[in-house]
């Protein structure tokens, strides 16, 4: 049988309906003193921990007092509502399958746990999704008992990929990882897995195992990563579709003639269950709390400010709705959405006229404040280089007000002696605001000067000035928005990502390249004067972005500022320090430091009296000893040559004799050559 057939015939459905019935459940009283929380979960009635306080099939157990879990299971439980949709979240394993080089099976779990022995659950289609990861498999869940198939329906999906370069990181659509809505009514999760065709497991050492997994949709980001590992013992949250099914596909109208009917508090009403057999209880309209309890089902009091309904005049609160009026005097066509106004006898209307007059004159005078705000507004742009800036075809002029929106709304992504920095959107594009601290105003005349070459600056490695806001007495900068953050959160943050040799190399040469750019090839020289991890920003693709240059400079003029935007002294060139003199070589001695931070992963200062120049700088010419200090995760026996020629390019740089420093273009060239020289 072809592979093409194979699949076909584990994705039929078989299209028998199985005939299902269960006992009748008994009448239950829920006990009194049933603890109604577990950790920080709710345990509502039917469900209900300890003997007398559960429906038959809504035991839960709490583990350590602080940790629900299903009766009977290790599984956790996340959550449990009542209403509006009658749920269970909880975590369940995944089912996986390994082989060895020759393709055969060493080990393999269907994911199968006791979750349901009572059948109350069935797995939310609209909820969740089956998820599946490998390189030659079909993984199918089935459910419901019946027919020559055994099971009312299969469903599945199938992962293929023979290149370990296929699979991209986010991409489920079948290479690497499938994933495929499930049908409601499936009261277990045990997936099985299948191999189709003429395809093996034979040495895929990148694709050891398959894994598959039921759990909420939007959940699981695909990472190509997991083909080589996952943890076998991982669990995933998935969303359960409870309801009373204790006596099967019974009406609501039938189910409350039989023992047990659920619905016992006073306001409550039957609902079909959605997904199989059996019902669910709500409170009526106007009613909320728990329909399954002896008057559980409350008054709701619409007219609580934090209710939320609406009125508009004077609320009354009944029992199970409310009333809305308007006060004596006062009228509304719909006091439930319109306000009310008064009634207009003369008296009022001689009121009015005295208003109306006073009004007039308010307006007048808040005339008068928006005229001068104006004036105020205009002189401000006036002084800040507008007129100038205005001849640039360059650069975009933002007024205040298209900014005061990414203030409000827009987010807050960085703050130090510059001032503040904004994440929002202008338009459909995505942006970086800076706005400075009041007081650290530039000299005007420099200020447009300096703008216009920067917005002149068109290279893919440095950071875009798109505009600036000249309203402000401290003018505004807006920068191209880089998503991924700094190179200093990548090497250092809280969660450090894997990067790879290729990488790191990659962001070297790039960020040199953008440096030389500024060097050498704009008509005026531009230095930095803070290179550092934390200035270099890196796109979705790890590609470097050089920022935090020129302007930053200029806008703080007092000392104290200027030493938080451009000194950190980790980094800072020895010679700039003595002589106060900065030159594109202390650019250079900075971006040594760079190379190190990348190589070794270290920070620049790591403690308190040792710092990775001078670490480098007492064993760079011992290879035994440099080597000790390259990142683990890239030191690999056959990259060494190359690290340690990274070691002493970086050395090279930090030379205390400027003279004998390479320029950043010398560097830039270095590096291209190092990377070219790797074997892939």
Same mark, same amino acid.
């Given at each position: 049988m072809g592979s093409a057939s194979m699949w076909m015939r584990l994705l039929f459905p078989a299209l028998l309906v199985a005939t299902m019935s269960a006992p009748v459940a008994d009448s239950l009283t829920v006990s009194p003193g049933c603890v109604g929380r577990c950790g920080d979960v709710d345990i509502p009635y039917p469900f209900g921990i300890g003997s007398g306080c559960f429906r038959k099939g809504f035991e839960i157990s709490?583990?350590?007092?602080?940790?629900?879990?299903?009766?009977?299971?290790?599984?956790?439980?996340?959550?449990?509502?009542? &209403?509006?949709?009658? =749920?269970?979240?909880?975590?369940?394993?995944?089912?996986?399958?390994?082989f060895n080089s020759t393709g055969d099976v060493?080990?393999? *779990?269907?994911?199968?746990?006791?979750?349901?022995?009572?059948?109350?659950? @069935?797995?939310?289609? $609209?909820?969740?999704?089956?998820?599946?990861?490998?390189?030659?498999? *079909?993984?199918?869940?089935?459910?419901?008992?019946?027919?020559?198939?055994?099971?009312?329906?299969?469903?599945?999906?199938? +992962?293929?990929?023979?290149?370990?370069?296929?699979?991209?990181?986010?991409?489920?659509?079948?290479?690497?990882?499938? @994933?495929?809505?499930?049908?409601?009514?499936?009261?277990?999760?045990?997936?099985? *897995?299948e191999s189709g065709g003429s395809w093996t497991h034979e040495n895929q050492e990148f694709c050891p195992c398959d894994y598959a997994f039921i759990t909420n949709r939007g959940y699981y980001?695909?990472?190509?990563?997991?083909? %080589?590992?996952?943890?076998?013992?991982?669990?995933?949250?998935?969303?359960?579709?409870?309801?009373?099914?204790?006596?099967?596909?019974?009406?609501?109208?039938?189910?409350?003639?039989?023992?047990?009917?659920?619905?016992?508090?006073?306001?409550? $009403?039957?609902?079909?269950? +959605?997904?199989?057999?059996?019902y669910t209880c709500n409170c009526t309209t106007g009613r =909320?709390?728990?329909?399954? #309890?002896?008057?559980?089902?409350?008054?709701?009091? $619409?007219?609580?400010?934090?209710?939320?309904?609406?009125? %508009?005049?004077?609320?009354k609160n009944t029992d199970g709705s409310y009333e809305c009026t308007c006060r004596p005097g006062y009228q509304s066509n719909d006091p439930f959405y319109e306000r009310c106004t008064p009634r207009f006898p003369l008296a009022a209307?001689?009121?009015?006229?005295?208003?109306?007059?006073?009004?007039?004159?308010?307006?007048?005078?808040?005339?008068?404040?928006?005229?001068? =705000?104006?004036?105020?507004?205009?002189?401000?742009?006036? %002084?800040?280089?507008?007129?100038?800036?205005?001849?640039? @075809?360059?650069?975009?002029?933002?007024?205040?007000?298209?900014?005061?929106?990414?203030?409000?709304?827009?987010?807050?992504?960085?703050?130090?002696? *510059?001032? =503040? #920095?904004?994440?929002?959107?202008?338009?459909?594009?995505?942006?970086?605001?800076?706005?400075?601290?009041?007081?650290?105003?530039?000299?005007?005349?420099?200020?447009?000067?300096?703008?216009?070459?920067? &917005?002149?600056?068109?290279?893919?490695?440095?950071?875009?000035?798109?505009g600036c806001c000249l309203e402000v007495d401290s003018p505004m900068l807006v920068y191209e928005f880089i998503p991924r953050g700094s190179m200093d959160d990548i090497l250092h943050g809280e969660e450090k990502k894997p990067l790879s040799l290729d990488v790191r190399l990659n962001i070297a040469v790039e960020s040199a390249q953008g440096l030389a750019y500024m060097h050498s090839q704009t008509n005026k020289v531009i230095l930095h004067g803070d290179v550092k991890p934390a200035n270099i920003l890196l796109n979705d693709e790890f590609a470097p972005k050089i920022s935090d240059f020129g302007i930053s400079r200029l806008i703080a003029t007092d000392k104290e500022h200027t030493a938080l935007v451009i000194g950190d002294r980790s980094y800072m060139d020895p010679v700039y320090l003595q002589t106060g003199m900065?030159?594109?070589?202390?650019?250079?001695?900075?971006?040594?430091?760079?190379?190190?931070?990348?190589?070794?992963?270290?920070?620049?200062?790591?403690?308190?009296?040792?710092?990775?120049?001078?670490s480098f700088l007492d064993v760079h010419k011992d290879r035994k000893k440099s080597t000790e200090l390259f990142d683990t995760e890239i030191a690999v026996e056959e990259d060494l040559d190359l690290l340690v020629s990274l070691a002493e390019l970086a050395v090279d740089c930090l030379n205390?004799? #400027?003279?004998?420093?390479?320029?950043?273009?010398?560097?830039?060239?270095?590096?291209?050559?190092?990377?070219?020289? @790797?074997k892939p």
């Open positions: 709490c583990v350590n007092n602080t940790m629900p879990v299903m009766a009977g299971t290790t599984q956790r439980v996340l959550n449990l509502t009542l &209403s509006p949709r009658p =749920e269970a979240r909880v975590m369940l394993p995944i089912a996986w399958q390994c060493t080990g393999d *779990f269907d994911g199968k746990v006791n979750m349901n022995p009572e059948g109350v659950y @069935r797995i939310s289609s $609209e909820l969740n999704q089956l998820v599946l990861l490998g390189c030659n498999t *079909f993984a199918q869940i089935k459910s419901g008992v019946s027919g020559r198939f055994n099971y009312q329906y299969y469903t599945g999906c199938v +992962a293929f990929a023979n290149d370990s370069s296929l699979p991209q990181d986010g991409a489920c659509r079948g290479v690497g990882c499938c @994933r495929i809505d499930i049908p409601p009514g499936l009261t277990d999760n045990v997936i099985d *897995f980001n695909f990472q190509k990563a997991h083909l %080589r590992h996952m943890d076998v013992n991982t669990s995933m949250p998935l969303s359960l579709d409870w309801a009373i099914r204790d006596n099967g596909s019974l009406s609501c109208a039938a189910a409350a003639t039989k023992p047990g009917y659920a619905c016992i508090s006073r306001h409550s $009403e039957c609902v079909v269950s +959605a997904n199989g057999p059996g =909320e709390g728990n329909p399954y #309890v002896v008057d559980g089902c409350t008054d709701i009091d $619409e007219c609580a400010p934090q209710a939320g309904y609406p009125c %508009r005049g004077t609320c209307q001689i009121s009015i006229g005295v208003v109306g007059g006073i009004l007039l004159i308010v307006i007048m005078t808040f005339t008068i404040i928006i005229i001068k =705000e104006k004036k105020k507004i205009h002189d401000t742009y006036k %002084r800040n280089g507008g007129p100038v800036l205005e001849k640039a @075809r360059t650069i975009k002029l933002f007024k205040k007000v298209d900014l005061q929106q990414i203030f409000k709304n827009g987010k807050l992504i960085g703050k130090g002696g *510059f001032g =503040e #920095v904004y994440k929002g959107l202008l338009g459909d594009e995505l942006v970086a605001v800076k706005k400075p601290i009041s007081g650290n105003v530039l000299e005007s005349k420099q200020f447009p000067n300096e703008v216009i070459i920067q &917005s002149q600056i068109i290279h893919k490695n440095i950071v875009r000035l798109i900065l030159t594109a070589k202390s650019d250079v001695y900075s971006f040594g430091v760079v190379i190190l931070e990348l190589i070794s992963r270290k920070k620049a200062t790591y403690s308190e009296d040792n710092s990775i120049v001078k205390l004799d #400027v003279d004998q420093r390479p320029t950043m273009t010398d560097v830039a060239e270095r590096l291209v050559i190092l990377k070219r020289s @790797r």
